[in-house]
């Protein structure tokens, strides 16, 4: 029998066409088998070599209906002991097959030449990418024995990960009571109390015990953070060394198809917002102080949500990001109707809903790019929704085009999702042209999140470059070492004035500058965080263009949205007309923020 979904839920049933997932997981291990059982044979003839490549392409599909209908279905009710169940038993097939099918690298690159003769074929010309990819490791594959030493320690050599997020989300308790402006003590549990009171609370007092509780709690714990991380890069350093590569920095570029110049280009670039970050502080902290009634503007005051709108609807949301995207097309507006219509989107709060917002990955082969989100009728609900529209037209798109690329890079996946966010934007601000209170909470908002994820990122990003690479060159690394280079970094970006400098080397500001040991990036490896600017920066010059019917950007834009994983990032980035390297772009993003920053002077 079929089951009504409810307006606002997703339609996770039709992925499996009418067959029970028993039949679904079925046909995954025999696909599976059939890899087994083929792999040291798949490229001794042409024949036998392209219907090896058909097979894994029906395998890709699998695995996406199968591991997104399960997955989403434990991440709606992630107590519900059924689905942590099919997922473990989902988890050991992986792990079994994994095993099996161990060697499979290896022998690609054993008959790279064999393969390589095939690929100049008209019809497996596409491939060439692919095994490009797996082509390009063959200097940091290691002797068989070794392979096989490393994968036998494997999950023993860096646990640093898990250290680090159990000390943060388990053991780390914020013991001293919260005070508010009458006395009462309020008794904190974890990280996501103090965020809400700093956001929420009227009471400055109360903000002020909780930013410093929070912020005193992981100073207080800066040893250990500090020598986890060192660990962390000691040993990634060494393992990548193994690797012939140079170090940490060096294996991550790789893995991004990336040189360093790129990387420390994208740096200075970003240092050169440094005296717009510090006009627009100013300017932002004076609004806050009229809006707030307050004489100065103290940390504490910064993520206050001073502006109380109507709840606002998910229709509203709806109808508002429609108007916002509009710029984009009809080809474009298309997709989101079908989104909105045909159950994409999970979109109510739930107990035991996983928190937060996605849009699926691993698309290929499927109808529907599902997003789950918890909406709670606040402007960032409507700015989640748009942002996770802009990953799931993506997909959508390039899923059109594409079969073995229907992938997107970390590194330039921001860019469809900021772009949304962006156009929302540009359109609230037309939409509440007439109420400056409104109008100046975006703003202030937009640049926020706009510095939020370039200045203080690139923040981040450097420090973990330096030490890194401080580490691979054998120097100490120390708490007070880290907190030091921090503080320089936030001075060379944000062009702090000397009271502000003190400031931060003074109780109890200075227990904000732990913030660095809490950066669970780090602890990911993969030299991420830079890669948020990259989306920021461009997203928002691609979408000031749009919105100003620059019809060339826009054709562009579809080109990049349609182009998968075909092309290595930097080309699929120049696919928009961009070149990260140049410093047009940052100068562009910087004058639309000048013309922003001004009419919060108005
Ligand atoms: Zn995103």
Redesign the pocket.
Known sequence: MKQKISKYDWDLECLLKNKPLDWWIKKWQESLDYDVKNQNHFYKSKKQFIQWLDKSLEQDKIENVLFNYVSNHANEDTTNQKWIAIGQKINFIAIKYNQLLSKLTNIILKNQKTIQKYLEDKQLKKYKREFYLIFRQKPHILKEAYENLLSRLSGTINNTGDIFSTLTNSDLEFSEPVSDNKNKKHHIKNAYDLIKILETSNDRVLRKSAWICFHKTYYKHRNTLSKTLFYNFLSENKKDKIRNFKGYVDKCLFADEVSEKTLTNIYKNVESFKNLVYKFKKIRNKHLQTVLKLKNIEPWDLSFNYLTTNKISIEEAKKDILMALKPLGDKYTKIVKKAFNEHWISFMPKKGKLTGA??IGGTYGLKKIYILMNFVGSLNSVKTLA??I??SVQSYLFNQKQDIYANVAIFY??IA??CNETLLFFYLLKKYQNQPKIKKYLIINFINDFFGATTRQIIFSEFEYNTANMINNDQPFTADMGLDMYLKLIKKYENLSPSQEKNLQTLPYKYSLSTIFRIDHFYMNSLYVYKYAI?QIVGLYIASRIFKKDKVVLKRYFNFLESGDSLNPLDTIALLGVDLSNKKIYDEAKQTLTKLIEQLKL
């Open positions: 996605y849009s942002h996770e802009g990953h996946a921001e999702s900021i989306g």
